[in-house]
């Protein structure tokens, strides 16, 4: 009797670290917030106690909406979670049995359309699967829209002035927006590249384009792309790409999706919900920068819990380098963990004779 006890109980333990796991993978969590250690996270606590949940599949919802089917490795793989997945090849597939087969059975399941082994100098690219694809190639097209209407309208104060230029951002939202009924099984949930994309644009209008247009592009176009990021690239662009350290990854008690992001004003936050139309956060430095009370102003915010003020002179500084640089780290390290996997596929190694 005890010993059925223990087992029942077993897996009623089991059963709630799960239903834990998979909204603590897709939100970055960490253990705590208040934690000294700032690259802890929940989700490796709980695999720790209970790896052989790492590769069980259910379907779970992120902060943007976005429904997805995926093990806990496969949202560290679509994620693009690469400093997780780390952790989770030195710490947890070891204590798994025929965990490294496992492991590259959900990859190629993840990315369908990527080689195995991958390229040790693949692009983020080569990680699309056909929705990847075709949401950039609708980005790319919806921005070029956007350069044409925000070139006609003087955005006042940084706020557009004629239906046209509004309409056009709200078609790129909706892009970005998870479609009705759909569950993402594959590929990356938002890819960086769209990010690349929509500073590519603000890197080339940053001459032509008056501080005003430069102002509304950064708030609505880059503002309403950060708001459909992971949680993991939001933590980087809120820590600043100029200072992340690709070693480590980013600082998990802080965030764009966090409850209290760090340094900025509790009456301003959370993030969520304001991204893209009252603010943005720049990502090469990190500070979020609020539509202030004066027209045509920013309040700015950095995690130290400065504040300051800018005037008509926009401080966006996006850099295209910078994302150039995280994408490449991020699929050279992911590159490099699948290359130490040393396994035949499982389904060679449970071929019935």
Same mark, same amino acid.
């Given at each position: 009797?005890?010993?059925?006890?223990?087992?029942?109980?077993?897996?009623?333990?089991?059963?709630?670290?799960?239903?834990?796991?998979? +909204?603590?993978?897709?939100?970055?969590a960490?253990?705590? =917030?208040?934690?000294?250690?700032?690259?802890?996270?929940?989700?490796?606590?709980?695999?720790?106690? =209970?790896?052989?949940l790492?590769?069980? /599949?259910?379907?779970?919802?992120?902060?943007?909406?976005? !429904?997805?089917?995926?093990? +806990? *490795?496969?949202?560290?793989?679509?994620?693009?979670?690469?400093?997780?997945?780390?952790?989770?090849? /030195?710490?947890?597939? #070891?204590?798994?049995?025929?965990?490294?087969?496992?492991a590259?059975?959900?990859?190629?399941?993840?990315?369908?359309?990527?080689?195995?082994?991958?390229? +040790?100098?693949?692009?983020?690219?080569?990680? *699309?699967?056909?929705?990847?694809? @075709?949401?950039?190639?609708?980005?790319?097209?919806?921005? !070029? !829209?956007?350069?044409? !209407?925000?070139?006609?309208? #003087?955005?006042?104060?940084?706020?557009?002035?004629?239906?046209?230029?509004?309409?056009?951002v709200? @078609?790129?939202?909706?892009?970005?927006?998870?479609?009705?009924?759909?569950?993402?099984?594959?590929?990356?949930?938002?890819?960086?590249?769209?990010?690349?994309?929509i500073?590519?644009? *603000?890197?080339?209008?940053?001459?032509?384009?008056?501080?005003?247009?430069?102002?509304? =592009?950064?708030?609505?176009?880059?503002?309403?792309? /950060?708001?459909?990021?992971?949680?993991?690239?939001?933590?980087?662009?809120?820590?600043?790409?100029?200072?992340?350290?690709?070693?480590?990854? #980013?600082?998990?008690?802080?965030?764009?999706?966090?409850?209290h992001?760090?340094?900025?004003?509790?009456?301003?936050?959370?993030?969520?919900?304001?991204?893209?139309?009252?603010?943005?956060?720049?990502p =090469?430095?990190?500070?979020? &920068?609020f539509?202030?009370?004066?027209?045509?102003?920013?309040?700015?915010?950095?995690?130290?819990?400065?504040?300051?003020?800018?005037?008509?002179?926009?401080?966006c500084?996006? &850099?295209?380098?910078?994302?150039?640089?995280? &994408?490449?780290?991020?699929?050279?390290?992911?590159?490099?963990?699948c290359?130490?996997?040393?396994?035949?596929?499982?389904?060679?190694?449970?071929?019935?004779?």
């Amino acid at each position: 009797v005890l010993g059925v006890f223990a087992r029942v109980s077993h897996q009623a333990e089991e059963a709630s670290a799960f239903v834990r796991l998979l +909204p603590g993978v897709v939100a970055a969590a960490p253990e705590s =917030y208040q934690q000294v250690d700032e690259t802890r996270l929940a989700a490796i606590a709980i695999l720790k106690k =209970y790896p052989e949940l790492l590769f069980r /599949e259910a379907i779970v919802t992120d902060h943007f909406g976005r !429904k997805i089917k995926a093990s +806990p *490795y496969q949202l560290f793989l679509g994620a693009g979670d690469v400093w997780a997945l780390k952790q989770v090849h /030195e710490a947890i597939i #070891p204590n798994i049995e025929n965990g490294e087969a496992h492991a590259q059975a959900q990859f190629q399941a993840q990315f369908p359309n990527c080689q195995w082994p991958p390229a +040790p100098d693949m692009s983020e690219a080569a990680l *699309y699967d056909d929705r990847n694809k @075709e949401q950039i190639e609708q980005v790319i097209a919806q921005l !070029k !829209k956007i350069v044409e !209407k925000i070139t006609a309208d #003087p955005c006042t104060h940084g706020r557009a002035t004629l239906d046209e230029t509004r309409q056009a951002v709200a @078609e790129l939202r909706r892009i970005f927006t998870p479609k009705e009924r759909e569950i993402i099984e594959t590929g990356l949930h938002f890819p960086l590249g769209i990010m690349h994309e929509i500073g590519k644009v *603000y890197d080339a209008q940053w001459e032509p384009w008056s501080v005003d247009q430069l102002s509304f =592009y950064s708030r609505e176009v880059i503002g309403s792309a /950060e708001a459909a990021l992971t949680a993991v690239d939001g933590q980087c662009c809120k820590n600043g790409l100029a200072n992340l350290n690709m070693d480590k990854g #980013p600082d998990r008690r802080d965030g764009l999706f966090c409850r209290h992001p760090k340094g900025t004003p509790q009456s301003l936050s959370p993030l969520v919900g304001k991204l893209g139309q009252t603010m943005f956060v720049d990502p =090469y430095d990190g500070n979020s &920068c609020f539509v202030s009370a004066t027209p045509g102003a920013f309040d700015w915010y950095n995690k130290n819990g400065e504040h300051g003020w800018w005037g008509s002179l926009l401080r966006c500084f996006v &850099c295209t380098h910078a994302l150039e640089n995280l &994408c490449r780290a991020k699929t050279e390290s992911l590159s490099k963990l699948c290359s130490e996997l040393r396994c035949e596929p499982l389904i060679k190694r449970h071929r019935v004779s």
